[in-house]
């Protein structure tokens, strides 16, 4: 089983950690892991700002790259989203692209679902607040919304909950939306700011030390509003405490 | 007026205090709605057979529609067609007129909003008189609705207390929710009985037996279609449903998505004018046709304006129904504007982080968030987006497509980042960094690191 790492174009520039982490965290379990280098970027930004039609060289570049793996993993929820639920318009029924939409998980949703993993070792003594990223969570079920009425389940929860001595608050609002939304941020910069500080809010109310989640995103933009604010409260990416990386 | 959503939210965001009212009333109904919801095991299907329900009889609409018309009119009923909002309003006038009505009474109706019925028959010397609460205080206050279900939730008790005391008379400074709701019902009483006709719309309306029923919690569209001798209902094209057996499919989803009830205090069903008295309806379609053959944006007729979907949007909790300068706000507003008019309501489909919670709590299933990402696209593709935004992310897309460059890229600004003064990172410009600090530039890209080898370091 051969798997390609897809590292989305902001994590390889700003949060190289993360990748490492994830790298390691996959490779520790004797997965035959490889980086292709010609990656660069999905396209997400530009599609949700309107652009779709300009990404089709990306999206082609995107399969071309991975077409060849087994499975195509990454540490982002939206990212992911972007592939499978986005590209169809430049692949008309092409062979590659339905591999490369069927085999490409989210890094959490791999282990869950494909792994199947049933333990971790390691320890992570801190209150955790779980951050459900919006296309994560509702895009790739990574967990069930709040909103429907089906059995609730959580793949992100249930691999945290095999990290020994962590543990998990409860939030208020538990699958509300931090207000990143890619160029939203920028645009509607208002309204992100009120969503972010609403959010850490929920998270500080319940007494986390730590917030987490599987997407990167989310987490830069509730960081850079904690770091302006001075509150006492850290982001990291769920991957990191998977791999046992203390913070 | 042209839409301009991040401006109008500003505004709105700027009072922290009436923000986070207005977003804690609203996720108070959504939170009453999960409860709800949840102790109906079959609620998930009842969704599906209303997404399948209103798929069908929009593909059949025309038939429907002239079933509709024979059957009702067999009640006599008499039934009026309008292409647009001004045949709407002058037809509605001229059965008015020939009556001889000068007060109208009028229950909640978000197409006679959207025709304007209102100013265009008060110019006309009628006295029209709302009378949903709601309504009636933002009608006193010379404002839309903010909301299609709470059309004052944008307002506090001493907001009310205020306009009250200026129209109604009521004590200054009385907050009381009690007297003050007193004093609208007495007022109210009085244009019940005083007036010629009565106003309502139409929540569903039947095509196998030609009814119509007005759901409400106040009972007035039943006060204001019994008490005078003349009732007009107003309804679009769209209100349509094919039999009696299909209604209770929509009566259980709409009061518990909108408010969290079981079903709306009054559900009244419609069919003939009172003894001695007449009733007609009008059936509009107003820009409803051209949704019809759109493949992308056709679902956003089944809309049954429950405003679910305003209760869980994060940005309409944040910025008010008046931040959308549409008719109907929110997420389904966003795209009925933005399909009708992409020029004037082009910021609409952006004021959206396409969280999806709007897609997975409207009751008849429509794909909300992927319509206003295909708004999105739609707008571009018209060239209508902003066309400096726009070359920047042509310009990203084509540095992306160039793995080389665009390693460089990034190398050069970790490199050089770290080193610039905060003065010239925290520039005007950097919107980012307004009210958030960039995150620090590592030294090395996750790249860079792997080429190096990885497990070296190990």
Known sequence: MKIGLFIPCFMNELYPDVCVATYKLLKNLNIDIDYPMSQTCCGQPMANSGCSKDIETLAKQFVETFKDYDYIVAPSGSCVAMVKDHYGVFFKDDADYNKVKTSIYEVCEFLHDVIKIDKFDVSFPHKVGLHNSCHGHRMLKLATPSELNIPYDSKLKNLLSLVKDIELVTLQREDECCGFGGTFSVTEEDISIAMGKDRIKDHLDSHAQIITGADMSCLMHMDGIINRNNENIKVMHIVEILAGVEK | ?458
């Open chain 2, 1 to 458: 007026m042209s839409s301009k959503h991040p401006l109008n939210a500003k505004a709105f965001v700027a009072n922290d205090e009436r923000m986070h009212w207005h977003d804690k009333a609203l996720w108070f109904v959504r939170e009453k709605r999960d409860i709800t919801s949840k102790t109906i095991p079959e609620w998930e299907q009842l969704r599906e057979y209303a997404n399948s329900i209103k798929t069908h009889t929009m593909a059949n609409l025309d038939k429907y529609l002239v079933e509709f018309e024979k059957n009702a009119q067999a009640r006599g009923i008499e039934v009026h067609w309008a292409k647009d909002a001004k045949e709407h309003n002058e037809i509605v006038y001229n059965i008015l007129k020939e009556n001889n009505a000068k007060k109208i009474v009028k229950s909640k109706s978000m197409l006679t909003e959207e025709c304007h019925l209102n100013p265009y028959l008060i110019e006309k010397g009628i006295e029209v008189v709302d009378t949903d609460l709601g309504e009636r205080i933002v009608q006193l206050r010379n404002e839309p609705p903010s909301h299609v279900v709470l059309p004052a939730i944008h307002l506090k008790k001493q907001d009310v207390s205020d306009t009250f005391h200026e129209h109604l008379g009521t004590q200054e400074g009385n907050y009381d929710p009690t007297y003050l709701t007193r004093a609208a019902r007495a007022s109210l009483r009085e244009n019940f009985l005083n007036a010629d006709a009565g106003i309502t719309g139409v929540n569903f309306a039947i095509a196998n037996t030609g009814g119509f029923v007005v759901c409400t919690n106040e009972g007035n569209a039943d006060m204001g279609a019994n008490t005078p001798k003349l009732h007009i209902a107003c309804m679009g094209i769209e209100k349509i449903i094919p039999r009696l057996e299909d209604l209770s499919v929509f009566t259980r989803l709409l009061a518990r998505s909108a408010t969290g009830q079981a079903v709306t205090a009054y559900t009244s069903h419609f069919h003939g004018p009172v003894v001695g008295g007449k009733m007609h309806i009008v059936i509009v379609d107003n820009l409803r046709s051209p949704f019809l053959k759109s493949e992308k944006y056709q679902k956003a007729l089944n809309c049954i304006r429950c405003g679910a979907c305003m209760n869980t949007c994060p940005i309409f909790r944040r910025s008010g129904g008046h931040s959308y300068e549409y008719v109907i706000p929110g997420p389904i507003g966003s795209s009925l504007a933005t399909f009708r008019d992409p020029k004037k309501h082009k910021t609409l489909s952006f004021a959206c982080t396409l969280c999806g919670s709007c897609s997975n709590v409207c009751p008849v299933k429509i794909d909300l968030d992927a319509q206003l990402y295909n708004h999105r696209q739609d707008l571009t593709q018209q060239g209508i987006i902003d066309s400096k935004k726009k070359f920047m992310l042509k310009s990203a897309s084509w540095l992306m497509s160039h793995p080389t460059l665009f390693d460089l890229a990034g190398k050069v600004a970790r490199k050089v980042v770290p080193l610039l003064p905060k003065s010239m990172l925290y520039t005007k410009s950097n919107v980012w960094g307004k009210n958030r600090d960039l995150p620090q530039m590592p030294k090395n890209s996750f790249k860079e690191l792997y080429k190096k080898g990885i497990e070296d370091d190990k």
